[in-house]
């Protein structure tokens, strides 16, 4: 079984978009990811949003888009939950996994990590069903 483990940041830009970088254990670099703010959460962080995310699938070669949920806390100041859930991918249409993820404000920056629990066995499980 192979359990995705990550780590990110995010930068907040001007039009309250997010740029930033990722890796994973099955990674061999840092790769860029970039999302598009679509909904504000009043009230909350200046990071919290649902968001458009768009990242560079290395195994399968091909771009990937997921919804983004990005809340703080409750009764916590900086420290963010986020789950990613997967809308897209070239050649994996019908399967939707889900990374959740926490993060802490640090320099402006949203830094932290995600797992993905699904195990990729079962992911080629579902495929071939």
């Not at 099955?26 to 949003?49: C, M, P």
């Not at 916590?76 to 897209?88: D, M, P, T």
Request: with cysteine; glycine share 8%.
């Amino acid at each position: 079984m192979c359990k995705l483990i990550g780590r990110f940041f995010f930068k907040l830009t001007d039009s309250k978009n997010l740029i930033g970088e990722f890796s994973n254990n099955l990674s061999k670099r840092n790769y860029t990811e970039s999302a598009d703010r679509i909904f504000t959460v009043a009230g909350g962080g200046k990071f919290d949003g649902d968001y458009y995310s768009t990242w560079y699938e290395e195994e399968e070669h091909e771009s990937a888009l997921a919804k983004l949920e990005i809340r703080q806390k409750p009764e916590c100041e900086n420290i963010y939950s986020l789950k990613w859930s997967l809308i897209r991918t070239n050649k994996l249409p019908d399967v939707c996994p889900t990374f959740r993820g926490e993060g802490i404000v640090c320099d402006g920056m949203l830094i932290g990590d995600y797992r993905n629990f699904n195990t990729i066995d079962k992911l080629s499980a579902d495929l071939q069903s």
